[in-house]
């Protein structure tokens, strides 16, 4: 990969309001911090089209102002098969996800497709759970977990793309 690119990352669940938009803010918020925003380009998007042009869950976006992290300017829309070409990491939330983006993935981008929580071997869940029918606690969870996974993926960059960093 061209070190003077910009390593596309792009965050995947179901609708594109509750677990990808919270990775997309948690890792926004992570590689700030880590001083190579300059470097890594972030999205999120879902596997259906449900919620196109909608704002993250309220649920969502509540558990991350509460840590200090805004979603708000984040508008969900459905992945796209362009975009296996367009990012170097496609990261479903879960199997089913995982599944449905194996569909539409070009063969040849097989090998950016995989589960977040992969970054995250720590955790004993291989799937982020979809807090959306569940109370606030979910989306705490979920907040957990995507901060475990998002500073695995970091490591990961760092490790692959950014080793002039």
Known sequence: MNKALPVRVLF???????RSPTAEGVFGRLIEDAGVAHRIVTDSAGTHAYHVGDPPDP???KTAR???????RIRARQVVVEDFASFHYVLAMDDDNRRLLAQICPRSEAH??????????EWPNREVPDPYYGGPNGFERVFDMVEAAAQGLLADIRRRHLVDD
């Not at 950016?112 to 071997?121: E, G």
């Open 12 to 18: 995947v669940c179901m609708g594109n309001i509750c």
């Open 59 to 61: 649920r969502a976006q």
């Open 66 to 72: 509460a840590r200090g992290i805004d979603l708000s």
């Open 112 to 121: 950016k497709l995989k589960l977040f929580m992969d970054f995250a071997p």
